[in-house]
């Protein structure tokens, strides 16, 4: 049913003996990650050869536009068989390319640019194509997806969000019926059987959070007996069991690939089944009382990193209040650790800015995407502490069946690769982690986005005074806005200003995400003003009317400073796409905590001197924030390569556990 | 870190059923009144010490319980903290690192593999980070030495032990009678290339039975020995056993005994061969027996049993005090000191050691390191001293053991350590301003330079009487030890050539006078010539005079004529220049410094001040000044007295009868002897020329640069 043929010819590549057809996890020395971040630094030179594919796909057009429609996949399909001896190489791709340009154009009525040519290409030699934002990262992926797919690899297409994975399936059907190519979305909430259909298919559009809870599934379910103890199970009668989900990990092609790759694999996934609490729940209400009344520097201290700890006067303070409930609180070890968590409960973690409250259940929010995580719970105890915090229901005990990071899963793809807008500052991070090498794809059009300066505010106050006046300002002259807020409080907070001042606008968020679509299909209307979370970065497409164009484009204004470079290009990037005009804005506030965490403690006093009220700026401030969120990356990265060296430390020293325990 | 509840990786282990392996024996050890269970891997031989907690979940594993259900029996107080699920993690992936864990789970062959092969590489990087000790494992001598053990086991009873005290200690009074038999001109008898062949032979017998030695002991009470192999010491070969099985014995005494075997089978063997070195006419068996002492007592002494070093010693103290691996606990130990006490961290966490465990601790951690790194420096300067090329590389080698490793480490530790997660900003401040100040210290604060040097009490030139020429001594015109005028004569000396050659000069003179007399009147032109002729013999017979003249000598000023032995110089014969007595006034005294090449530039360049200390009273110094100083070297001592030999500093050539040849040349300096001072002539005396100040580090250099220089070469 799968043939990976081509996937594997002229590249070598480790088969695991698993149940399905995946790579052995790659052991790497620290000394080579680090040899490999510095050779991805090495220019590549591979003009020419590009130039000499472009020309080659370029010179077939000719000859597809007379193919009528069944020549067109019967040649497809021949193309496919040679891939299978070849692989993916020049000639195979620009053939293979040109027909299905050709295909695009007839059913979805969009021919490829060559520069997504050269995308498509670049994802079939398993590297991270760079292609500025609005692209066409989407009918891109299409080149390489239908590519693969036809080769009859298991082709899946990783999104960030069950929204983009619908969004970009639904679009791009029309195609892939036309090639006779079969299509399946995996969304949050489908049985076991239709994810399995799903797979199935050809091509799977699947957000990265599911496909890696479907691989774990996989996994438990079949234990850590080889395809071939499978078989010879089988073989003798054995009842063969449930077929897994999953076809096989052939070929992964990543969207937003450093959303998945770095900022989501900085924790492992894990799965999880909920126990009975067997804990009195007093004590929870007991610990959270304790923790509220505990004073800051005199019992607990706390660094700019959320990290918060009991002094040893704090501690000697907790076990004289703490000396007449007994049980477990007469134990040392555990009474500072029901205190430690609800100090984190109650100072480290902030309704609407970390979780919302919805259906009377504590629901994390992922910060740098805006949405809200369902199933997602805090480690041990800390879950339980917060929802006894906000008097909701306490949940039972989350008791992990399996975890795995996302460096392990992606790189047992036997072909990964994906695309972003924004790659350039993890480019060695992703080399070092996945060997995942970026390749920049040059703008069809040149850019039409102007930076109209920032202005950077003394308080949050001004600062929330100032977004609306300047969303008021521009909206007056015919043009969409849409105001990036860092949480859904701030977005909350700034929907309340408006609405105070009478001024109509749409708000985007965790909590309003069913109106998601309805709401990016009218931003990019004449006027409107568009307060969103980070859930409109990523892959968001405003779609300007025609009269908008002349008007100036969309308009964005960003309140305050991502920790990453990377969201903040990629909230700009929802204006002046593909070649459309478009102006940015940042309007922020120095008590951002951009400033408090990162900033050392001299130049945040001097920044405060300097900004009296409002403060306008043209390129200091950018250079300032530049540097810091380079330093906040650096924090980020290095908290990164700790998980990973620990997991990889934890793996050698639990080999006993056996292979699907891990 | 605090101690957790909760591990992370616990969703790997709860559902196993582990075991440990049928090989593996537990036995219960007291260290310090406080139980232990000791497990150890028959086949390998390797030990592991468990607490009674970590016991406790151990003896529940059998292989039908899952790791849950074996916790929440551990735990069932209310309390619930005996064991924390990270503990029991740790324990389980040690137990399974040393091969000592079955579980339900299927193997992972690849996984296996992948241990087998890193722990080779890790031999071979032990191998390369730590040349000048390599381990060859060679045979499994279980069997034989199982064999033999029965015949040997009463050497460690009370029969061996009498036996070895009538052999030693009357070895070692003997030993004290012989000493300067024993030691005379040691190291030329032992490094001669004769003795090196019978001491190459020699050697390996003497180790073996060494080895042995901890083998049949080990064997004694139960232990296993499997592994017998070669030791690359500083490239020489050397066997050794692996008896770490000693450490599952209860008794203390007993675990020590193994340590020290190899020991005291050396002592015995140095008193048998004190024994046959006293007896045995010379000749090859002497020779044998000689070299048995040197090999068994400086190994001994020098290596094997100093308790710095990671041998013997070290696991005898270890096995008496009941500390095992206090090199390791002395270190985890510092780090948290250091952690908690230089850091601030309140993360790190205390080992678990009692007050007299830290004292020990504290104390041995740095008192080891500061002998192994003389030991290495030594060990490296002697063996670049002989082979320049792979000693230099030899030194990086272990110059980087010594300190680019524990630096890599220390960074290591300050940039990744858990235990300062939360300080580590304030870690990396103080250490690097640690090592900021050390280097200004080093580098920019300028301390006293000074120079040593050792002088004698020593007389002006004027004060000494030479004899003015050749010749016999005639008599002493004033007494010797009376006291004498400056011009009065003192001497006589007798030259009877001198007085021919005066004699035949006279004639000549006359001779000339008479022609040039009679010339004069007759042929003034001839009488020209000979009257220059004249003039010629009058000059010779000047140079003659004053010769002779010179054969008398005076005082050159006031002062006591002394002379050695006065009786026995008439009729001896001197040469000019040659010493004859002393005019000796109280004033007069001067000292004569010799300072050595290396310092002479910084005594000629830049001197502050001299200050100098009589040897009858060290506890008084003077200060005084430079009256001249030599501008040549010269490789003669003013008196033996500075030399080696006489007790002096200065090394002079062994084949000079007279211990004044220097090996290396050396300069005079004279200096002025302090008014009040009350010196003897020919006293030693300490002199320290100061030079100013200079920070530390370059006069570090300059020393390194001359170490350098006359060692190496370069």
Request: net charge neutral.
């Given at each position: 049913?799968?043939?990976?043929?081509?996937?594997?010819?002229?590249?070598?590549?480790?088969?695991?003996?698993?149940?399905?057809?995946?790579?052995?996890?790659?052991?790497?020395?620290?000394?080579?990650?680090r040899?490999?971040?510095?050779?991805?630094?090495?220019?590549?030179?591979?003009?020419?050869r590009?130039?000499?594919?472009?020309?080659?796909?370029?010179?077939?057009?000719?000859?597809?536009?007379?193919?009528?429609?069944?020549?067109?996949r019967?040649?497809?399909?021949?193309?496919?068989?040679?891939?299978?001896?070849?692989?993916?190489?020049?000639?195979?791709?620009?053939?293979?390319?040109?027909?299905?340009?050709?295909?695009?154009?007839?059913?979805?009525?969009?021919?490829?640019?060559?520069?997504?040519?050269?995308?498509?290409?670049?994802?079939?030699?398993?590297?991270?194509?760079?292609?500025?934002?609005?692209?066409?990262?989407?009918?891109?992926?299409?080149?390489?997806?239908?590519?693969?797919?036809?080769?009859?690899?298991?082709?899946?297409?990783?999104?960030?969000?069950?929204?983009?994975?619908?969004?970009?399936?639904?679009?791009?059907?029309?195609?892939?019926?036309?090639?006779?190519?079969?299509?399946?979305?995996?969304?949050?909430?489908?049985?076991?059987?239709?994810?399995?259909?799903?797979?199935?298919?050809?091509?799977?559009?699947?957000?990265?959070?599911?496909?890696?809870?479907?691989?774990?599934?996989?996994?438990?379910?079949?234990?850590?007996?080889?395809?071939?103890?499978?078989?010879?199970?089988?073989?003798?009668?054995?009842?063969?069991?449930e077929?897994?989900?999953?076809?096989?990990?052939?070929?992964?092609?990543?969207?937003?690939?450093?959303?998945?790759?770095?900022?989501?694999?900085?924790?492992?996934?894990?799965?999880?089944?909920?126990?009975?609490?067997?804990?009195?729940?007093?004590?929870?209400?007991?610990?959270?009382?304790?923790?509220?009344?505990?004073?800051?520097?005199?019992?607990y201290?706390?660094?700019?990193?959320?990290?918060?700890?009991?002094?040893?006067?704090?501690?000697?303070?907790?076990?004289?209040v703490?000396?007449?409930?007994?049980?477990?609180?007469?134990?040392?070890?555990w009474?500072?650790?029901?205190?430690?968590?609800?100090?984190?409960?109650?100072?480290?973690?902030?309704?609407?800015?970390?979780?919302?409250?919805?259906?009377?259940?504590?629901?994390?929010?992922?910060?740098?995407t805006?949405?809200?995580?369902?199933?997602?719970?805090?480690?041990?105890?800390?879950?339980?502490?917060?929802?006894?915090?906000?008097?909701?229901?306490?949940?039972?005990?989350?008791?992990?069946?399996?975890?795995?990071?996302?460096?392990?899963?992606?790189?047992r793809?036997?072909?990964?690769?994906?695309m972003t807008?924004?790659?350039?500052?993890?480019?060695?991070?992703?080399k070092?982690?996945?060997?995942?090498?970026?390749?920049?794809?040059?703008?069809?059009?040149?850019?039409?986005?102007?930076?109209l300066?920032?202005?950077?505010?003394?308080?949050?106050?001004?600062?929330?005074?100032?977004v609306?006046?300047?969303?008021?300002?521009?909206?007056?002259?015919?043009?969409?806005?849409?105001?990036?807020?860092?949480?859904?409080?701030?977005?909350?907070?700034?929907?309340?200003l408006?609405?105070a001042?009478?001024?109509?606008?749409?708000?985007?968020?965790?909590?309003?995400?069913?109106?998601?679509?309805e709401?990016?299909?009218?931003?990019?209307?004449?006027?409107?003003?568009?307060?969103?979370?980070?859930?409109?970065?990523?892959?968001?497409?405003?779609?300007?009317?025609?009269?908008?164009?002349?008007?100036?484009?969309?308009?964005?204004?960003?309140?305050?400073?991502?920790?990453?470079?990377?969201?903040?290009?990629?909230?700009?990037?929802?204006?002046?796409?593909?070649?459309?005009?478009?102006?940015?804005?940042?309007?922020?506030?120095?008590?951002?905590?951009?400033?408090?965490?990162?900033?050392?403690?001299?130049?945040?006093a001097?920044?405060?001197?300097?900004?009296?009220?409002?403060?306008?700026?043209?390129?200091?401030?950018?250079?300032?924030?530049?540097?810091?969120?380079?330093?906040?990356?650096?924090?980020?990265?290095?908290?990164?390569?700790?998980?990973?060296?620990?997991?990889?430390?934890?793996?050698r020293?639990?080999?006993?556990?056996?292979?699907?325990?891990? | 870190?605090?101690?957790?509840?909760?591990?992370?990786?616990?969703?790997?282990?709860?559902?196993?059923?582990?075991?440990?392996?049928?090989?593996?024996?537990?036995?219960?050890?007291?260290?310090?009144?406080?139980?232990?269970?000791?497990?150890?891997?028959?086949?390998?031989?390797?030990?592991?010490?468990l607490?009674?907690?970590?016991?406790?979940?151990?003896?529940?594993?059998?292989?039908?319980?899952?790791?849950?259900?074996?916790?929440?029996?551990?735990?069932?107080?209310?309390?619930?903290?005996?064991?924390?699920?990270?503990?029991?993690?740790?324990?389980?992936?040690?137990?399974?690192?040393?091969?000592?864990?079955?579980?339900?789970?299927?193997?992972?062959?690849?996984?296996?593999?992948?241990r087998?092969n890193?722990?080779?590489?890790?031999?071979?990087?032990?191998?390369?980070?730590?040349?000048?000790?390599?381990?060859?494992?060679?045979?499994?001598?279980?069997?034989f030495?199982?064999?033999?053990?029965?015949?040997?086991a009463?050497?460690?009873?009370?029969?061996?032990?009498?036996?070895?005290?009538?052999?030693?200690?009357?070895?070692?009074?003997?030993?004290?009678?012989?000493?300067?038999?024993?030691?005379?001109?040691?190291?030329?008898?032992?490094?001669?290339?004769?003795?090196?062949?019978?001491?190459?032979?020699?050697?390996?017998?003497?180790?073996?039975?060494?080895?042995?030695?901890?083998?049949?002991?080990?064997?004694?009470?139960?232990g296993?020995?499997?592994?017998?192999?070669?030791?690359?010491?500083?490239?020489?070969?050397?066997?050794?056993?692996?008896?770490?099985?000693?450490a599952?014995?209860?008794?203390?005494?007993?675990?020590?005994?193994?340590?020290?075997?190899?020991?005291?089978?050396?002592?015995?063997?140095?008193?048998?061969?004190?024994?046959?070195?006293?007896?045995?006419?010379?000749?090859?068996?002497?020779?044998?027996?000689?070299?048995?002492?040197?090999?068994?007592?400086?190994?001994?002494?020098?290596?094997?049993?100093?308790?710095?070093?990671?041998?013997?010693g070290?696991?005898?103290?270890?096995?008496?005090?009941?500390?095992?691996?206090?090199?390791?606990?002395g270190q985890?130990?510092?780090?948290?000191?250091?952690?908690?006490?230089?850091?601030?961290?309140?993360?790190?966490?205390?080992?678990?050691?009692?007050?007299?465990?830290?004292?020990?601790?504290?104390?041995?951690?740095?008192?080891?390191?500061?002998?192994?790194?003389?030991?290495?420096?030594?060990?490296?300067f002697?063996v670049?001293?002989?082979?320049?090329?792979?000693?230099?590389?030899?030194?990086?080698?272990?110059?980087?053991?010594?300190?680019?490793?524990?630096?890599?480490?220390?960074?290591?530790?300050?940039?990744?350590?858990?235990?300062?997660?939360?300080?580590?900003t304030?870690?990396?401040?103080?250490?690097?301003?640690?090592?900021?100040?050390?280097?200004?210290?080093?580098?920019?604060v300028?301390?006293?330079?000074?120079?040593?040097?050792?002088?004698?009490v020593?007389?002006?030139?004027?004060?000494?009487?030479h004899?003015?020429?050749?010749?016999f001594?005639?008599r002493?015109?004033?007494?010797?030890?009376?006291?004498?005028?400056?011009?009065?004569?003192?001497?006589?000396?007798?030259?009877?050539?001198?007085?021919?050659?005066?004699?035949?000069?006279?004639?000549?003179?006359?001779?000339?006078?008479?022609r040039?007399?009679?010339?004069?009147?007759?042929?003034?032109?001839?009488?020209?010539?000979?009257?220059?002729?004249?003039?010629?013999?009058?000059?010779?017979?000047?140079?003659?005079?004053?010769?002779?003249?010179?054969?008398?000598?005076?005082?050159?000023?006031?002062?006591?004529?002394?002379?050695?032995?006065?009786?026995?110089?008439?009729?001896?014969?001197?040469?000019?220049?040659?010493?004859?007595?002393?005019?000796?006034?109280?004033?007069?005294?001067?000292?004569?410094?010799v300072v050595?090449?290396?310092?002479?530039?910084?005594?000629?360049?830049?001197?502050?001040?001299?200050?100098?200390?009589?040897?009858?009273?060290?506890?008084?110094?003077?200060?005084?000044?430079?009256?001249?100083?030599?501008?040549?070297?010269?490789?003669?001592?003013?008196?033996?007295?500075?030399?080696?030999?006489?007790?002096?500093?200065?090394?002079?050539?062994?084949?000079?009868s007279?211990?004044?040849?220097?090996?290396?040349?050396?300069?005079?300096?004279?200096?002025?002897?302090?008014?009040?001072?009350?010196?003897?002539?020919?006293?030693?005396?300490?002199?320290?020329?100061d030079?100013?100040?200079?920070?530390?580090?370059?006069?570090?250099?300059?020393?390194?640069?001359?170490?350098?220089?006359?060692?190496?070469?370069?």
């Amino acid at each position: 049913m799968s043939d990976v043929r081509a996937l594997l010819a002229g590249r070598e590549v480790e088969l695991g003996d698993g149940p399905y057809l995946e790579r052995v996890d790659a052991k790497r020395a620290p000394w080579e990650a680090r040899l490999r971040t510095w050779l991805a630094k090495l220019p590549r030179f591979d003009g020419r050869r590009a130039q000499r594919f472009l020309d080659a796909t370029n010179a077939l057009e000719e000859a597809t536009r007379v193919f009528d429609d069944d020549t067109l996949r019967t040649n497809l399909a021949a193309e496919a068989r040679r891939m299978h001896r070849e692989g993916f190489t020049d000639v195979c791709l620009a053939a293979s390319f040109a027909l299905i340009r050709e295909a695009s154009r007839r059913t979805l009525g969009m021919r490829h640019h060559d520069v997504q040519l050269l995308a498509g290409r670049t994802l079939l030699q398993g590297r991270l194509a760079e292609m500025s934002t609005g692209e066409g990262k989407t009918l891109a992926a299409t080149l390489a997806a239908c590519s693969a797919a036809m080769t009859g690899a298991a082709t899946h297409v990783v999104t960030v969000n069950d929204y983009l994975a619908e969004r970009d399936a639904e679009h791009n059907t029309p195609l892939f019926d036309f090639l006779g190519l079969k299509i399946g979305v995996v969304l949050q909430d489908m049985s076991v059987a239709d994810r399995r259909t799903a797979y199935a298919c050809d091509i799977t559009y699947v957000s990265n959070k599911e496909l890696t809870f479907d691989y774990l599934k996989d996994a438990i379910a079949m234990g850590e007996s080889s395809r071939t103890q499978q078989r010879l199970a089988e073989f003798a009668g054995g009842r063969a069991g449930e077929p897994p989900i999953l076809r096989g990990l052939h070929i992964a092609i990543i969207d937003e690939a450093d959303s998945v790759l770095i900022d989501e694999a900085s924790t492992p996934l894990i799965i999880s089944e909920t126990l009975p609490d067997d804990l009195d729940p007093t004590i929870y209400t007991r610990a959270i009382e304790l923790a509220t009344s505990l004073e800051r520097d005199v019992h607990y201290a706390a660094n700019h990193h959320r990290d918060i700890w009991l002094t040893p006067g704090g501690k000697v303070h907790v076990r004289e209040v703490t000396a007449e409930f007994g049980g477990m609180w007469r134990s040392a070890m555990w009474r500072e650790e029901f205190v430690q968590k609800a100090l984190s409960a109650v100072h480290g973690f902030q309704r609407d800015q970390h979780y919302i409250l919805a259906d009377d259940k504590v629901q994390i929010v992922d910060e740098s995407t805006g949405r809200v995580m369902p199933d997602r719970t805090w480690e041990r105890g800390l879950h339980q502490m917060i929802e006894c915090k906000e008097g909701c229901e306490i949940t039972g005990q989350r008791r992990t069946l399996a975890q795995i990071t996302y460096q392990r899963f992606f790189g047992r793809y036997l072909l990964l690769c994906g695309m972003t807008g924004t790659a350039q500052e993890v480019a060695a991070e992703v080399k070092g982690s996945y060997d995942l090498s970026v390749t920049r794809i040059p703008t069809h059009k040149p850019t039409r986005r102007r930076n109209l300066g920032d202005i950077v505010c003394a308080s949050s106050d001004l600062r929330w005074e100032a977004v609306a006046r300047r969303a008021v300002e521009v909206a007056s002259t015919g043009r969409p806005v849409l105001v990036g807020t860092r949480s859904v409080e701030a977005s909350e907070r700034l929907a309340a200003l408006f609405g105070a001042n009478g001024i109509e606008h749409a708000v985007l968020n965790a909590r309003q995400d069913k109106s998601e679509a309805e709401a990016v299909a009218q931003a990019g209307g004449a006027g409107r003003i568009t307060v969103a979370t980070n859930m409109a970065g990523r892959g968001t497409d405003i779609k300007l009317a025609p009269e908008i164009e002349q008007a100036g484009g969309l308009h964005v204004i960003l309140t305050e400073f991502h920790e990453s470079a990377r969201v903040d290009r990629q909230l700009f990037g929802r204006c002046a796409r593909q070649g459309d005009p478009g102006t940015t804005e940042a309007v922020v506030s120095i008590d951002d905590d951009l400033f408090t965490r990162f900033a050392p403690a001299p130049l945040r006093a001097i920044l405060a001197s300097l900004v009296r009220g409002e403060h306008a700026s043209e390129k200091l401030l950018r250079r300032y924030v530049t540097w810091l969120q380079d330093r906040a990356e650096r924090h980020y990265r290095r908290q990164r390569t700790d998980t990973q060296r620990r997991d990889a430390e934890w793996a050698r020293a639990l080999g006993f556990v056996g292979k699907s325990r891990r | 870190m605090a101690r957790s509840p909760f591990s992370p990786s616990w969703h790997s282990v709860a559902s196993l059923r582990p075991r440990l392996t049928p090989y593996a024996r537990i036995q219960r050890v007291v260290f310090r009144g406080r139980p232990w269970y000791v497990v150890q891997d028959q086949t390998g031989g390797r030990v592991y010490r468990l607490s009674a907690a970590a016991y406790a979940f151990l003896a529940g594993m059998d292989g039908n319980a899952t790791v849950q259900s074996l916790w929440e029996q551990a735990n069932t107080s209310e309390l619930r903290d005996a064991c924390t699920q990270p503990e029991i993690v740790d324990l389980l992936s040690q137990l399974h690192g040393a091969d000592l864990l079955q579980t339900d789970a299927v193997p992972d062959s690849a996984a296996s593999l992948e241990r087998h092969n890193k722990k080779r590489s890790e031999m071979i990087r032990q191998w390369l980070m730590n040349p000048m000790s390599l381990k060859f494992p060679l045979v499994n001598p279980d069997r034989f030495l199982t064999v033999l053990s029965p015949y040997f086991a009463w050497c460690f009873g009370p029969i061996g032990a009498v036996l070895w005290a009538l052999a030693v200690i009357p070895a070692l009074f003997l030993a004290g009678v012989h000493w300067t038999d024993l030691t005379h001109n040691l190291s030329d008898r032992v490094l001669s290339s004769s003795n090196l062949l019978v001491m190459a032979c020699v050697y390996p017998v003497v180790k073996l039975l060494h080895e042995l030695g901890h083998g049949f002991a080990a064997k004694r009470w139960g232990g296993a020995v499997r592994e017998l192999g070669l030791m690359f010491l500083i490239f020489a070969p050397v066997p050794y056993v692996e008896a770490s099985s000693s450490a599952a014995f209860p008794s203390k005494y007993r675990r020590a005994t193994v340590a020290a075997a190899g020991m005291l089978v050396e002592l015995f063997l140095a008193a048998i061969a004190l024994h046959v070195w006293l007896l045995a006419e010379p000749g090859v068996m002497r020779g044998v027996a000689f070299n048995v002492m040197v090999i068994c007592g400086v190994s001994t002494l020098v290596v094997n049993g100093n308790p710095l070093l990671r041998y013997d010693g070290y696991y005898i103290l270890s096995d008496l005090i009941e500390i095992p691996n206090l090199a390791q606990r002395g270190q985890a130990w510092w780090t948290y000191l250091i952690d908690r006490y230089a850091f601030g961290s309140m993360d790190a966490t205390r080992p678990d050691e009692t007050p007299s465990e830290q004292r020990w601790l504290t104390v041995y951690t740095p008192l080891a390191w500061c002998y192994r790194t003389f030991v290495t420096v030594s060990v490296i300067f002697v063996v670049a001293g002989k082979f320049f090329f792979v000693g230099t590389m030899m030194a990086l080698w272990s110059a980087y053991g010594l300190i680019g490793a524990p630096i890599r480490k220390g960074w290591k530790h300050l940039s990744t350590a858990g235990a300062l997660h939360r300080v580590r900003t304030r870690a990396m401040r103080r250490t690097f301003a640690f090592i900021g100040g050390l280097l200004v210290l080093l580098l920019f604060v300028p301390v006293p330079l000074h120079t040593r040097a050792l002088g004698v009490v020593w007389l002006p030139e004027q004060a000494m009487l030479h004899a003015g020429g050749n010749g016999f001594f005639v008599r002493w015109l004033a007494t010797p030890g009376a006291h004498v005028n400056a011009g009065q004569p003192l001497y006589v000396l007798d030259n009877a050539q001198l007085r021919a050659e005066h004699e035949v000069d006279r004639a000549k003179v006359a001779q000339a006078q008479a022609r040039y007399d009679a010339e004069q009147f007759i042929d003034p032109t001839k009488a020209a010539i000979s009257g220059r002729q004249l003039d010629e013999a009058r000059e010779t017979l000047a140079r003659i005079e004053t010769r002779m003249a010179n054969l008398t000598g005076f005082a050159g000023e006031d002062g006591r004529l002394v002379v050695a032995t006065a009786q026995d110089m008439p009729g001896r014969y001197y040469k000019k220049g040659e010493l004859l007595g002393y005019v000796l006034q109280d004033r007069q005294l001067i000292v004569r410094a010799v300072v050595q090449q290396d310092d002479i530039d910084l005594v000629h360049a830049r001197l502050s001040g001299v200050g100098l200390r009589l040897a009858d009273s060290l506890g008084v110094a003077w200060t005084t000044r430079v009256i001249r100083a030599f501008p040549g070297g010269v490789d003669e001592l003013p008196t033996a007295a500075l030399g080696l030999n006489a007790g002096g500093t200065i090394a002079t050539h062994p084949n000079d009868s007279k211990g004044v040849k220097t090996i290396q040349r050396v300069f005079i300096v004279d200096l002025a002897l302090p008014r009040d001072s009350q010196p003897v002539f020919g006293e030693r005396v300490q002199i320290r020329f100061d030079h100013g100040y200079e920070p530390m580090a370059l006069q570090a250099i300059r020393r390194l640069r001359q170490v350098f220089l006359s060692h190496f070469g370069v």
